[in-house]
């Protein structure tokens, strides 16, 4: 299985990850406060109409706008920047913004769900909702179980957001016939992250993942509806074709398997004061990941058991930088960044060949270096 990503590797070509330019055509900051704004709007929408239900309504609308705050807002720009990729100048930008506001809902909506799921105490450097929840019984001293009405509350959360994702696509204000081909893909969308999550926990359950089940994982639970999809809705908004649709996915498939695989690497070795979760958590959630998938693969047997057998277990900092050093040594983290780079540079080659606007391929190019050069 090994043997399988390092011929993806060889076949797509190693390339040093600052051959990607940094963003300098286009600053993400004040589209970040446009996404951030449409959501605010919305959620002020939503206060209004929930208000009769009373203190609770409001608990509910605070914690969703907790869950939509911050965040680099990949799935958003890769939406913006597919539209104009169609249509360099969108005939209506406030239309277009309610739409990548969309994708970043539905991307909260997964993160509550995945935070449960995961039993993650935190979130960006802040309490995950099902803890939010668990905690606000506790103080408040009301009857049950605390845990128990956490988890419920971040199921509830999580479906509403899931559901105001498609509210705010179907009703960000393009005609019938325009928001119609987007609606189809972001249905697909959802269905496929949303069966990504489930073979996920169900390879965490039966506590073994070889690499190609591990990238089938990644590819559907996170590298599609991160880039690929965001990118198709936005060029289908436009009136892109499947020719075009298709285009795009020669670069946004591999672009977001490599953005993934960056994840991955930041889930165990990611400064904890950049990335807002404890250090090696994914090492402690006993996620399968390609990257321990190549080490279990790689490592002396005896590594391979203790890595192995400590996933998904309580851990120290010594067992995390033990499970680390494992890691380390079976080469499996070079191995990650050699095909992050690979798929990068795949990714970039494809966008140079697809029929695109000019200045919207410049800045998806930049997009590629920041979705796989981050360090959060």
């Given amino acids: ?28 900051a004040p589209f970040r406060d446009q996404v951030q704004q449409v959501l605010d709007a919305f959620l002020d929408e939503r206060e209004a109409e929930l208000a009769p239900l009373g203190p609770d309504a409001g608990r509910l609308i605070a914690e969703a706008r907790t869950s939509v705050r911050g965040g680099k807002r990949f799935r958003a720009a890769f939406c913006h920047w597919g539209h104009r ?14 739409a ?18 995961d039993a993650s105490d935190t979130r960006r450097g802040r309490p995950a909702t099902h803890r939010a ?26 479906d509403l957001l899931l559901g105001w ?45 070889d690499v190609d089940t591990a990238m089938t994982v990644l590819r559907y639970k996170s590298a599609k509806y991160s880039i690929e999809r965001p990118l198709h809705v936005g060029a289908a908004l436009a009136g892109a074709d499947d020719d075009r649709i298709e285009q795009l996915s020669r670069f946004g498939l591999p672009l977001g398997e490599a953005f993934q695989l960056r994840d991955d690497l930041l889930g165990v070795f990611g400064d ?15 996620k399968r990941t390609v990257l321990v998938a190549l080490a279990l693969d790689a490592a002396p047997r005896a590594a391979a058991e203790r890595l192995d057998g400590a996933l998904g277990t309580p851990l120290s900092e010594a067992d995390v930088d033990e499970l680390r050093s494992i890691i380390d040594a079976s080469g499996a983290r070079a191995q990650v960044e050699e095909v992050i780079g690979s798929l990068a540079d795949h990714a970039v080659s494809a966008l140079d060949a697809a029929d695109v606007d000019e200045h919207a391929r410049v800045v998806l190019t930049e997009l590629a270096a920041a979705a796989t050069q981050r360090t959060v």
């Fill in 100 to 117: 990548c506001a969309s994708l970043e809902m539905l991307h909260a909506s997964a993160l509550v769900h995945d935070d449960f799921m």
């Fill in 165 to 209: 994702a498609g509210d705010l696509l179907r009703h960000s204000g393009f005609g019938p016939d325009e928001v119609a081909p987007g609606l189809d893909l972001f249905e697909r969308c959802r269905t496929e992250v949303i069966a990504g999550q489930f073979l996920d926990v169900s390879v965490q359950a039966r506590g073994h993942a």
């Fill in 272 to 286: 904890p004061a950049e990335t807002g979760k404890p250090a090696g958590d994914d090492l402690v959630e006993g």
């Fill in 85 to 98: 990729a169609v249509r360099p100048e969108p005939a209506d930008p406030t239309a277009l913004a309610r």
């Fill in 133 to 158: 929840f668990d905690a606000e019984h506790r103080t408040a001293g009301w009857r049950g179980d605390p845990e128990q009405y956490g988890a419920a509350a971040a199921i509830l959360l999580g």
């Fill in 1 to 28: 299985m090994r043997n399988s990503l390092r011929t993806t590797a060889h076949q797509f070509g190693t390339v040093p990850l600052d051959r990607l330019p940094r963003v300098t055509t286009w600053d993400p």
